[in-house]
Nanobody, 117 residues
């Protein structure tokens, strides 16, 4: 099993910011599209953002302009900067690693993000 180490979740007021981090095994990170998904109670998991090995990024429409994904290949780490957070962003956020060109896809254990109104 691939271990993805997530950090950075917490409680923040609406309008605030948080930055999530996820570190992956070096041998896999460099050939993987990295991303973040989230799941709130009673809802399906949705992909929030992804970034390829060539640093091409894509976002869920509802977070465009507020979230920014980035990756540091030297640290095998992907980040999700979340600004202007809203109560509806409250969810467990999961790091995702997808080996490009394969069906291999892995999720981290998740970190809780709670946005109070």
């Amino acid at each position: 099993q691939v271990q993805l180490v997530e950090s950075g979740g917490g409680l923040v007021q609406a309008g605030g910011s948080l930055r999530l981090s996820c570190t992956a095994p070096e041998g896999l990170f460099k050939t993987a599209t990295m991303g973040w998904g989230r799941q709130s109670p009673g809802r399906k998991r949705e992909v929030v953002a992804g970034i390829t090995t060539t640093h091409s990024a894509d976002y869920l429409d509802s977070v465009k302009g507020r979230f920014a994904i980035s990756r540091d290949n030297a640290k095998n780490t992907v980040y999700l900067q979340m600004d202007n957070l809203k109560p509806e962003d409250t969810a467990i956020y999961y790091c995702n690693l997808h080996l490009e060109g394969t069906l291999h896809n892995y999720w981290g254990q998740g970190t809780q993000v709670t946005v109070s109104s």
